[in-house]
């Protein structure tokens, strides 16, 4: 299975502040997805990014971006103006594109966002 | 509002008991997983299915077992539950190639 790390289990910053989450993985595929999943208190995971391997240009999605650097197998998260609804559990994830496509994740970093 | 919906949200069952937890898709997605959450382990793959029928093991598949009869459910069977597979249970779904999951509210476990 791919190793996926993330090394910070907790974290902490302040509203409309800038944080930045890390995520490395181990892999000899050439060809694979990389995601960031949140998990806020409800329980329910949501998609926050995603991003091709084969593609050069980092992901963004609204205040969310990704540093995507293939060489160094890593893949971190950019949270820009965080918010109060930011506060989650948020999972790096992996994906090989076999039949199945099954999801190997980190194991997570808390977040918690103070006003 | 597509969906992926867990039978139950909270469970308590014993010791030996035989335990099923059910998921539905109404996405039509070929394949479905399903995942254990503990703290400080993350999300530790269990079983999945790419198609009717077929199934394949994840990372932590002992003590479980699967059933997809119908494409649209994925179940997930502990055959002698143990205090041990007290847990946060997660179930998913996903198209061929798409790349996102849609995954189901929980179900939280407890084996005493």
């Known amino acids: 299975a791919q190793t996926v790390t993330q090394s910070q289990p907790e974290m902490s910053v302040q509203e409309a502040e800038t944080v930045t989450l890390s995520c490395t993985y181990d892999?000899?595929?050439?060809?694979?997805?990389l995601f960031w999943y949140k998990q806020p208190p409800s329980r329910q995971m949501i998609l926050v990014i995603r991003?091709?391997?084969?593609?050069?240009q980092n992901a963004t999605e609204n205040r969310f971006s990704v540093n995507f650097q293939k060489a160094a197998k890593s893949f971190s998260l950019k949270i820009s103006d965080s918010q109060l609804g930011d506060t989650a559990m948020y999972f790096c994830?992996?994906?090989?594109?076999?039949?199945?496509?099954?999801?190997?994740f980190g194991k997570g970093t808390s977040l918690l966002v103070t006003p | 509002d597509v969906k992926v919906t867990q039978s139950s949200r909270y469970l308590v069952k014993r010791t030996g008991e035989k335990v099923f937890l059910e998921c539905v898709q109404d996405?039509?997605?070929?394949?479905m997983f399903w995942y254990r959450q503990d703290p400080g382990l993350g999300l530790r793959l269990i079983y999945f299915?790419?198609?009717?029928?077929?199934?394949e093991k994840g990372d932590i598949p002992e003590g479980y077992s699967v059933s997809r009869e119908k494409k649209e459910r994925f179940s997930l069977i502990l055959e002698s539950a143990s205090t041990n597979q007290t847990s946060m249970y997660l179930c998913?779904?996903?198209?061929?190639?798409?790349?996102?999951?849609?995954f189901g509210s929980g179900t939280r476990l407890t084996v005493v």
């Open positions: 998913a779904s996903s198209g061929i190639r798409d790349g996102g999951y849609t």
């Open positions: 996405m039509d997605h070929e394949n």
């Open positions: 299915s790419y198609d009717v029928k077929m199934k």
């Open positions: 994830a992996f994906m090989k594109l076999i039949s199945g496509y099954a999801l190997n």
């Open positions: 991003q091709e391997a084969y593609k050069q």
């Open positions: 892999t000899s595929e050439n060809n694979y997805y």
